[in-house]
């Protein structure tokens, strides 16, 4: 026999699968969707404000380019960081600034955007060129770097600093956003300059170093195309030397993108446990249906002995009582065979056989007189075993021929 509903419930499972694939993949690709509401200098993003065109452009050029979505709780691997979103929808914490620090001072590059709007991008309205002040890493083949119009950076110094660190509900209206140094400043010098001041600045932090951009909209996809932006973008990412294969790591936690893992994080606590519990009813029911539908297992049984029917029997009775009940069916057959081997009919009265057997067998008259008129109430089990074995003797004796 087929088992019931198969068709369907298969469809059931795959379905729940493919959703389950679904949501998984959701998970992980959900920053590749253009959300253009968040105005961060985000790879995920194709619109003016985004650096998808950088990180493409590597991507192309055999760079090993990764996006980080997750606080920064761990060193990221050696080569370059781009970190524009410091100050913007997830601030970045004490801690991870120490991480960074000490990553920095193994060798590594940090590519900070440190001023202009609050996301660090400007929307280059009133852009300029600027042009490189001294050698450096960053000046090869560069002759013009265009630049927006807004802010600059115009301190000596530079820190890994929080703006995180005082509870949002003591900070004054005044200083929304106090600044806090997690590390002693280390002078900041300039690298490219216009008419309004420094665009480009490089700090040294041990065996490497931060460059700090006024503003991320020079390698934004608004900005990278023009002049040598792209340019001085390749001269940054090659600051050790010029060689394929190095890792570039995109921040996108601070972006915001990483507090959305998927489908699932727009579904509250208690609607997640019922889904669970919905889903193993599902199991349940497939189970169940599975059993009862099922094709029918027959129990294998072996040979079995008439004695051990007997037995059963007999302790049967004997447990319900039932000596009376034995002793009227043993009776019953007893006279059965007994009018038989006389030559009566098997329902003749006992007046009958006792007649026929006293003129044919009258030495077995008395006997028979016995057997067939017993008093129930002297009757137990041994009587009844006992009375038993002489009917038989005698069914026996009078089958004998004479």
């Not at 959300?35 to 950088?54: A, D, E, H, Q, W």
Request: aromatic content about 8%; charged content about 25%; hydrophobic content about 40%.
């Amino acid at each position: 026999m087929k088992i019931r509903f198969s068709q369907d419930i298969w469809v059931i499972l795959v379905l729940l699968a493919l959703l389950t694939i679904f949501s998984v993949y959701a998970g992980k690709r959900s920053g590749d969707t253009d959300l253009g509401v968040m105005p961060t200098p985000s790879s995920y993003s194709s619109r003016p404000n985004g650096i998808k065109g950088l990180y493409d452009t590597l991507d192309k050029l055999n760079y090993h380019v990764r996006r980080n979505i997750q606080p920064i709780t761990s060193q990221p691997s050696s080569g370059v960081f781009f970190l524009l979103s410091a100050n913007s929808m997830v601030p970045v914490s004490n801690q991870e600034w120490l991480t960074l620090k000490r990553w920095v001072e193994k060798g590594n590059l940090l590519i900070v955007a440190e001023t202009g709007t609050d996301w660090g991008y400007d929307d280059g309205a009133k852009d300029s060129k600027s042009q490189p002040v001294c050698p450096s890493f960053l000046a090869p083949d560069v002759k013009a770097f265009r630049v927006s119009g807004k802010g600059r950076v115009d301190k000596k110094s530079w820190a890994f600093q929080s703006n995180d660190s005082t509870p949002l509900p003591l900070r004054r209206a005044a200083s929304a956003h106090p600044k806090v140094q997690v590390v002693k400043a280390r002078p900041l010098v300039p690298l490219l300059r216009d008419a309004k001041g420094t665009t480009a600045a490089f700090s040294r932090w041990g065996k490497g170093g931060v460059v700090v951009l006024h503003s991320a909209w020079p390698i934004s996809n608004d900005g990278i195309g023009k002049d040598d932006n792209l340019i001085l973008a390749l001269n940054a990412v090659n600051y050790r030397q010029d060689y394929e294969g190095i890792t570039v790591t995109f921040d996108e936690y601070h972006n915001g993108y990483g507090r959305a893992p998927g489908i699932t994080s727009l579904i509250g606590g208690p609607a997640k446990i019922g889904l669970m519990q919905l889903f193993m009813a599902f199991i349940l029911l497939v189970l169940a249906v599975s059993r009862r539908f099922g094709r029918p297992v027959y129990l294998s049984e072996g040979a079995r002995q008439r004695s051990e029917y007997l037995s059963s029997m007999s302790s049967l009775l004997r447990k319900a009582h039932a000596v009376k009940v034995v002793n009227t069916e043993l009776e019953r057959k007893f006279l059965q065979d007994v009018a038989g081997s006389l030559g009566l009919p098997v329902n003749a009265d006992r007046e009958a056989i006792l007649e026929v057997c006293t003129r044919r067998r009258p030495d077995k008259a008395s006997e028979l007189r016995q057997l067939i008129f017993v008093s129930d109430d002297r009757l137990d089990d041994n009587t009844l075993m006992a009375l038993t074995i002489r009917r038989n003797h005698l069914r026996k004796e009078l089958i004998k021929p004479r």
